[in-house]
């Protein structure tokens, strides 16, 4: 390959081979770039993250579309001259392609906030390390004594043998076919998690779905490839289905419960709920579990099945204002109707309480101490918490007594304290 190459670089036709290098270069630059913008329109505007993957795809696209189009200068170019520069780029450039590629899909797969764990980071450099070892194995002519060498080795597996060249395509076949089936849902999960027009948890919904379907698929064409014959999947089924009936009862409930929840729309993402003790903001809903993100920073992971069992309280099903009310006492010779209103307009000049319904108070009950009242108002936002809005209303409230010089009473109680002293008792004599 190298005498051959050497003996066109004499040639004056040479040149003809570096200018078709440099075409389909810039050739695939600019169809790279225009399929990028076309159908990665909506991508750009967004976050920093989704630009950089937008980068990855542009450049593994840019390779595999100069790729393509060298295979065809070659043809072309071979009709009349010797093209041993394009047989060498070829090999090069679809390693190049490849390991761009992968990476792509690795990172659209597995990163979620940007971050590459070194898992990752270590697997792209072993996969990236494998594809330049092919490269040189093929410029070497090694490939095919390679192949042999794995094929006349045999390991033994139960009563028979099987060539390692069997095991290790039976490997990357699983390998390749469940990560294309995890990009593939990666994909689908981000389109649908786009459309406007669709409720929260029905993208959730066909998302899971989507996954679930696309893994079934990838392990039964894996296990296809593989040579193993798919009716022995019956006797699996029926060890897991005796499996599920006694030790997995929970775990599946939890399972079915999870795309109950999904397809009722009793809740959604976003939506503050109570459930037994735990209280928060749901900020995930998997197909076992849901993830409540507390007031105070902490997170709860709820089995499925307590919420589809258990009473829920959500306070934004259909709705996001919730009531709020504080309580204080009066004297019993405060002017209660020149108060109450003051109240309300007291209540009004807090931020978080809501203008659209506005705030109420009442004379609640006569009480041992004084006149009890409550002060009552609606929030919008119960994602950021009660105390605080309370706490507000409270000192605005208290700056309002004092400015009118209301009298909050204590307690008063009467003690009777009785004479139990013993009778005089006469001496007997």
Not at 56 to 82: E, K, N, S, Y
Not at 371 to 393: A, K, Q, Y
Request: proline share 3%; net charge neutral.
């Amino acid at each position: 390959m190298l005498s051959d190459l050497s003996d066109d670089l004499r040639n004056t036709n040479f040149v003809w081979q570096v200018v078709a290098v440099l075409l389909c270069w810039g050739l695939g630059w600019y169809l790279a770039r225009l399929l990028t913008k076309l159908f990665t329109k909506k991508e750009l505007d967004q976050s920093k993250a989704e630009k950089l993957r937008v980068d990855r795809f542009f450049h593994a696209l840019q390779l595999m579309l100069t790729l393509g189009l060298i295979f065809i200068a070659r043809a072309v170019l071979g009709r009349w001259q010797p093209v041993h520069l394009l047989t060498v780029l070829i090999p090069l450039i679809g390693s190049l392609a490849l390991i761009r590629l992968g990476f792509y899909i690795f990172r659209r797969t597995f990163v979620r906030d940007g971050e590459i764990g070194t898992f990752l980071a270590v697997f792209e450099k072993l996969f990236a390390g494998l594809v330049w070892l092919g490269l040189i194995l093929h410029f070497t002519g090694l490939w095919q004594d390679l192949f042999d060498l794995l094929d006349d080795t045999k390991l033994p597996l139960a009563h028979n043998k099987v060539s390692l060249l069997t095991i290790l395509q039976a490997i990357a076949s699983v390998l390749v076919t469940m990560i294309a089936a995890l990009w593939a849902s990666a994909a689908l999960e981000t389109k649908l998690m786009q459309l406007p027009n669709m409720h929260m948890s029905l993208r959730v919904v066909l998302s899971r779905t989507g996954r679930a379907v696309l893994i079934l698929v990838a392990i039964l064409v894996s296990l296809t490839l593989v040579g193993i014959d798919l009716t022995v999947l019956s006797v699996f089924g029926g060890a897991l289905g005796v499996g599920l009936g006694f030790g997995l009862q929970k775990i599946t409930s939890s399972y079915v419960s999870g795309f109950i929840i999904l397809l009722d729309r009793s809740m959604s993402i976003g939506d503050i709920i109570t459930v037994d003790k735990y209280n928060g903001k749901v900020t995930q809903i998997n197909t076992r579990y849901t993830v409540l993100k507390g007031l105070d920073g902490g997170e709860s992971v709820i089995p499925n099945e307590m919420l589809v069992s258990n009473p829920v309280q959500n306070y934004s099903l259909s709705d996001r204002s919730v009531w709020v009310s504080t309580d204080l006492v009066v004297a019993y010779n405060t002017d209660v109707e020149a108060l109450l209103p003051l109240l309300v307009e007291t209540a009004t000049t807090i931020a978080r309480v809501s203008k659209e319904s506005s705030p109420s108070a009442y004379l609640v009950k006569f009480g041992a101490d004084g006149l009890e009242l409550r002060l009552g108002f609606w929030i919008s936002d119960p994602e950021n918490g009660r105390t605080g809005v309370i706490s507000d209303v409270n000192r605005a409230v208290w700056k309002l007594l004092q400015e009118r010089k209301v009298e909050l009473p204590y307690a008063q109680r009467v003690v009777t304290l009785i004479n139990n002293a013993p009778d005089k008792v006469s001496d007997q004599k």
